[in-house]
T-cell receptor, first 112, second 116 residues
């Protein structure tokens, strides 16, 4: 089945540690996205990539980093510089400018 | 900058009643418009999308939405609510032109409760 996988489902991290969230898609989509979701805030764009080896900052990129070395993979690193990292993180992909984005199941990150 | 407003963070209806979730966008150029649904601790699933001349769009699970350019609205409706419709609903827009093509801007969401 084609789709997007995110791992792990739940992630716990101590303050001051970097952590990497995985996102893989087998839909052969060019564009991939990372969003952060907080209660009552909707989804906010962290980073996006429209092609391999290229990515752009979204609205809330501070404290995060990404890479896009392969078409199917777009990992997100939450660094210790992110002041309030506890949130639900969603990865998505898209093909075509008028097409919808497909979402993964999400990773819930909790900082202890 | 493009923005999306969803009126009402919580909506409660009785089972069998009409569901109406409101969405207004800010762009003077009609954008692409989307409605997504999210169940607790899950990703988002597309309900329907508007990308063409057909102003009434039918989606999955009996939902539909009407694009009204004069009102800059794209409200989501369902004639008869079912218990399984209880979830959070997000309206999103995407510019048709420019460097941010394909990027989605989301509303803050509306949680729908369905009473038996």
């Amino acid at each position: 089945d084609g789709g997007i996988t995110q791992s792990p489902k739940y992630l716990f991290r101590k303050e001051g540690q970097n952590v990497t969230l995985s996102c893989e898609q087998n839909l052969n989509h060019d564009a991939m996205y990372w969003y952060r979701q907080d209660p009552g805030q909707g989804l906010r764009l962290i980073y996006y990539s429209q092609i391999v080896n290229d990515f752009q900052k979204g609205d809330i990129a501070e404290g995060y980093s990404v890479s896009r070395e392969k078409k199917e993979s777009f990992p997100l690193t939450v660094t210790s510089a992110q002041k309030n990292p506890t949130a639900f993180y969603l990865c998505a992909s898209r093909q075509g400018v008028n097409n919808e984005q497909f979402f993964g199941p999400g990773t819930r990150l909790t900082v202890l | 900058a493009q923005s999306v407003t969803q009126l009402g963070s919580h909506v409660s209806v009785s089972e069998g009643a009409l569901v109406l979730l409101r969405c207004n966008y800010s762009s003077s150029v009609p954008p692409y418009l989307f409605w997504y649904v999210q169940y607790p601790n899950q990703g988002l699933q597309l309900l329907l999308k508007y990308t063409s001349a057909a102003t009434l769009v039918k989606g999955i699970n009996g939902f539909e939405a009407e694009f009204k350019k004069s009102e800059t609205s794209f409200h989501l409706t369902k004639p008869s609510a079912h218990m399984s419709d209880a979830a959070e609903y997000f309206c999103a827009v995407s510019d048709r032109y420019g460097g941010s093509q394909g990027n989605l801007i989301f509303g803050k969401g509306t949680k729908l409760s369905v009473k038996p």
